[in-house]
């Protein structure tokens, strides 16, 4: 990625694609030329000008950042005080038995929320066990470790939860440990969830969240096939409403926009004054930029984002639906929809697909599995 680190001075970097950048600090022995390695930058003799700073601290200093593409799809940053780190860390495991939860295998990119409170926070608190399974994502690496660490539970992005289901590199592995599991990232499709509750017999929680919200905002828990189609309920001290184009809200059962209410919501994304209004309603409603909607029992249902609408033949389309759909077959690892122009109809639906290991299918035969499912892909 950076061509001139091997030339350059540690400390003063000189690169085109990343002017801004002058420090890479190694940690361990790999420390190339051009880095700083974290022993030689250690606080050794500086113990007391940080315990001065130490005291300075207060609960409503930033802890963090998280990076999200939040309501809008453009890179923003996310800051965290203690505050809202530990008192979201603090309820979330209240809803799950404490037994369950002592070896978590956590495969989400570190960057994000979910990997930063649940996989990092939350077991510093707790006095669990996290396992991160290789330093990107791959799921066999991720099934060796809950082979070899007994992992209790996991978190895993949707594909996984999917890979989990229906792969069958997972006969492999003794999995036999898990308790649970998590996944986030977009729905699941009640079809995955039964597909995986009857191969392991145990919940596997639809979990909705952000990092404007801080973390996992509601849950499915253990509640049952009946609401495996839902996000769950919301946790404790958050807020929930639907509301229409206008901000007000709509009747239960109706489709609108996703806000939420939370004392541990983030305050404002950094050093972007625009966004956060654009996001943060004066009454502190966080916009998820989500379609949702809510039963009389309180669940509440993902039904697409408001950006990522296609309009076919007069139809609203939600690239979330299709996709949580396409990949419940076993072939397939990750699908993306995306929208086509078309002069005739306005736009049709593309579907992109990456196959999991060692299957092969054709155009024709993933056409027949959805016929009469999908109608947008007929």
Not at 136 to 160: H, P
Not at 268 to 281: F, N, R, S
């Amino acid at each position: 990625m950076i061509p001139e680190l091997s030339e350059s001075i540690p400390g003063d970097i000189n690169s085109k694609q990343f002017p801004e950048l002058k420090n890479v600090i190694a940690v361990g022995s790999n420390c190339k030329s051009g880095m700083l390695n974290l022993d030689d930058i250690s606080i050794s003799g500086c113990e007391e000008e940080v315990a001065k700073a130490a005291k300075k601290v207060t609960i409503d200093d930033v802890s963090h950042f998280n990076t999200t593409s939040g309501t809008t799809g453009s890179p923003k940053l996310t800051p965290h005080d203690h505050f809202r780190t530990l008192n979201d860390n603090i309820f979330v495991p209240d809803q799950f038995d404490e037994k369950q939860v002592n070896n978590l295998a956590v495969t989400d990119n570190l960057a994000y929320v979910g990997a930063t409170q649940l996989g990092q926070v939350a077991p510093l608190l707790y006095g669990t066990t996290a396992v991160f399974p290789s330093p990107i994502y791959n799921f066999e690496k991720f099934l060796q470790a809950v082979e070899a660490e007994r992992c209790t539970s996991f978190m895993l992005t949707v594909d996984g939860a999917v890979n989990l289901a229906y792969n069958p590199i997972c006969d492999k592995y003794d999995l036999s440990s898990l308790k649970f599991g998590i996944a986030s990232g977009s729905p699941i499709q009640p079809a995955v969830i039964f597909e995986f509750n009857q191969k392991y017999g145990i919940p596997l929680l639809n979990a909705y969240g952000s990092s404007e919200t801080t973390t996992i905002s509601s849950t499915t828990v253990d509640d049952g096939q009946k609401v495996w189609h839902t996000a769950g309920r919301t946790l404790p001290n958050i807020e929930v409403q639907i509301v229409d184009e206008e901000g007000y809200p709509v009747e239960l059962g109706e489709k609108g926009e996703v806000w939420l209410r939370t004392p541990i919501a983030f305050r404002g994304y950094y050093g972007d004054i625009e966004k956060t209004k654009q996001t943060i309603t004066e009454n502190g409603w966080i916009k998820m930029g989500d379609i949702g909607k809510l039963s009389e029992d309180g669940y509440l249902t993902i039904v697409g984002r408001i950006k990522d609408i296609i309009i076919r033949r007069g139809n609203n389309i939600h690239p979330s639906e299709v996709e949580s759909f396409v990949v419940t077959h076993p072939a397939v690892n990750i699908a993306q929809v995306i929208p086509i122009p078309d002069y005739r109809i306005g736009e049709d639906v593309c579907v992109c697909v990456t196959l999991n290991e060692g299957y092969k299918v054709t155009e024709e035969e993933l056409k027949f599995f959805f016929a009469g499912k999908v109608f947008v892909l007929n």
